[in-house]
């Protein structure tokens, strides 16, 4: 007579301890969501001139919208708005041309250079405007990235703290229409920020988001320019670590930028969360590990599937009920509204099949291309 368990027996278990951990890590989410305090004053700081650099690709859905916000800063120094593109008849070259035409706020340039210098063509396209750039503070900022008129003048005071070498502002998602874009944003807000503040509060990571990045022209060219990133996928990952490595130090903004998220089809939204999964897992193969344990809904929902019963039901409802309390709490405390129960639990069980997924995934899709990680340089990606 045998006293041993089944497999399934065993993996029931398994999932089940993994759901209520990760009930633990949501709620500790939360709280640190409350503790992550509302912006600092600001310390005495010079508005010093700023060349703010904004690399475009297509069609993008509200893009006038953003690059007139992005026009009306209240800040008291010389500012510089260059956007670049690829291509002459890039779409996104009209609502350029509408938002200058209007004379809102500040000038706004464009530079058109087809030059491309390394895989990640984001970075060739900041490389080619950043030449144009006439200010020795540059702001690099995604063309999906929305802010408030005080954006620079935050990001800059930050930046002459002593020790600062660059300064990066976390996102939160907005839906931009579509039902894939609200769900995206879902994504974002209710997965991506809680990571992103747990592993900033408690010092496991120091990351610079791609989003929003400050930083001196002299700091650039000590990290060897961005040449240096034009084979990175995850160019914002290797920005900051470069910065850390020359011994500066990366701040990062208490108020979140917008970020539209104008997903617009369900096979494009999966393989944006499949391409951050695959990106992280290259990165930190154990620390993406580790957050198997931080989708209690979606383990609870596969331990039920494999005959768990009711304390996986029951494990479901806490995940989920713990998932959406961290979305309001990071609405009341970022801004926006959050979203459904329905909504919540629909992107909890889309992140968790990328996140296995991406254990699978030689390959990741970006802009409409893919790329094979190189092995040997986990950080690095090939066409």
């Not at 020795?136 to 620079?152: A, P, Q, Y």
């Not at 002593?162 to 039902?179: E, K, L, N």
């Not at 208490?254 to 951050?276: D, K, M």
């Not at 989920?320 to 959050?338: E, K, N, T």
Request: net charge positive; aromatic share 8%; proline share 5%.
């Amino acid at each position: 007579m045998t006293t041993g368990i089944s497999f399934f027996e065993f993996a029931e278990h398994l999932l089940l301890i993994a759901a209520a951990a990760g009930c633990l890590y949501l709620l500790i989410a939360a709280y640190l969501a409350s503790t992550f305090g509302p912006p600092a004053e600001k310390e005495l700081w010079k508005p010093v001139p700023v060349s703010i650099l904004v690399p475009l690709c297509g069609a993008e859905p509200q893009l006038a919208d953003r690059l007139r916000k992005l026009c009306n800063q209240d800040y008291g120094g010389p500012l510089q708005i260059l956007c670049g593109l690829h291509s002459q008849d890039d779409p996104a070259i009209e609502s350029v041309n509408v938002v200058a035409a209007e004379g809102c706020g500040m000038p706004l340039e464009f530079k058109v250079d087809s030059r491309v210098y390394g895989r990640n063509r984001k970075i060739s396209n900041l490389i080619n405007i950043a030449a144009h750039a006439k200010h020795e503070t540059l702001v690099l900022l995604d063309s999906d990235i929305e802010v408030d008129s005080n954006f620079v003048a935050r990001m800059i005071a930050a930046l002459q703290a002593p020790g600062t070498g660059a300064v990066s502002s976390i996102y939160r998602g907005v839906g931009g229409g579509s039902a894939c874009g609200r769900l995206a944003a879902v994504t974002q807000n209710a997965f991506f920020l809680p990571d992103a503040i747990l592993a900033l509060r408690t010092k496991m990571a120091q990351p610079c988001f791609g989003a929003a990045v400050a930083l001196s022209r002299t700091t650039l060219q000590r990290i060897g320019g961005l040449h240096a990133f034009a084979d990175h996928i995850d160019d914002d990952y290797a920005i900051g670590e470069a910065v850390r490595q020359i011994g500066l130090k990366i701040v990062i903004v208490r108020t979140a930028v917008a970020h539209i998220c104008g997903t617009r089809s369900w096979r494009e939204l999966f393989a944006g969360e499949l391409r951050a999964a695959t990106t992280a897992r290259s990165i930190a193969p154990v620390g993406q590990a580790g957050r198997f344990l931080v989708y209690p809904f979606a383990l609870a929902v596969l331990a039920a599937l494999l005959g768990a019963g009711s304390p996986a039901i029951v494990l479901a409802v806490a995940g989920l009920a713990s998932r959406v309390w961290v979305a309001r709490c990071f609405a009341r405390r970022f801004g926006g509204v959050a979203p459904a129960s329905s909504l919540i639990a629909m992107a909890e069980i889309l992140v968790f099949a990328a996140f296995v997924a991406s254990w699978f995934c030689p390959t990741v899709t970006w802009r409409g291309n893919r790329y094979r990680l190189v092995d040997e340089t986990p950080a690095e990606y090939r066409q």
